[in-house]
């Protein structure tokens, strides 16, 4: 399994060919931690599988990190497939702006 993306109170790290696709994409990451979170189904959709390292207080959950993780095997599916689920949303939102 090879790390793509780890999420902590930290910030986000990325492996470097995520970064390239996303700065590639125009897609917004590495600078608000919710948008960064907000691409993990994407990420899943693609075949990336997502671990949390969290514990309890109480009532209360506290997220230490996020890591997501693709399987060697799944390495080049993942990132053609990523690529098209990000350009699927680029098309998306380019009809929403013109329809």
Known sequence: MTDIL????EGAQFADRLR?????RGVAFGQDPMDDVGLIP???LAGASVT??????GDDVHVVSIAVRV?????????ATLDQLLSGAEEAEIGE???
């Open 20 to 24: 390239d696709m996303l700065e590639d």
């Open 6 to 9: 780890t999420i902590s109170s």
């Open 71 to 79: 399987a060697d095997e799944l390495t080049e599916p993942f990132y």
């Open 42 to 44: 994407a990420y899943v």
């Open 52 to 57: 949390t390292d969290a514990h309890a207080h």
């Open 97 to 99: 702006e013109h329809g």
